[in-house]
Nanobody, 125 residues
Framework: QVQLVESGGGLVQAGGSLRLSCTASGRTFRDYVVAWIRQAPGKEREFVSAIRWNGGSTFYEDSAKGRFTISRDINKNMVYLQMNSLKPEDTAIYYC??????????????????WGQGTQVTVSS
């Protein structure tokens, strides 16, 4: 069992920045893909970004490219999502999710096995 813990959400004005953090309780992310998936009010969950722990390859949903950066700190066993130039449409609950051995073609799917509790991001106009 992998327990994921997110932090870093909050309220920010449009154009501002936030950094989300995710860690796994009691185990390393080695061999895992770690993703950020969000759910806006009244909408389905959607993929935002992911990183392969082994090697550090990154993946982004189109609206996140150029504004969001996913990264990892191997020593701290942490995954970060730096979000810049935030827009009101970025308002959502952001979930950290993880899966072991996920193939590249499935990384943008949202059927990850392990999920955190979510952190609220609210962007005001």
């Amino acid at each position: 069992q992998v327990q994921l813990v997110e932090s870093g959400g909050g309220l920010v004005q449009a154009g501002g920045s936030l950094r989300l953090s995710c860690t796994a309780s009691g185990r390393t992310f080695r061999d895992y893909v770690v993703a950020w998936i969000r759910q806006a009010p009244g909408k389905e969950r959607e993929f935002v970004s992911a990183i392969r722990w082994n090697g550090g390859s990154t993946f982004y949903e189109d609206s996140a490219k150029g504004r969001f950066t996913i990264s990892r700190d191997i020593n701290k066993n942490m995954v970060y999502l730096q979000m810049n130039s935030l827009k009101p449409e970025d308002t959502a609950i952001y979930y950290c999710a993880a899966d072991r051995g996920r193939i590249v073609s499935a990384i943008r799917n949202i059927d990850y096995t392990y999920w955190g509790q979510g952190t609220q991001v609210t962007v005001s106009s």
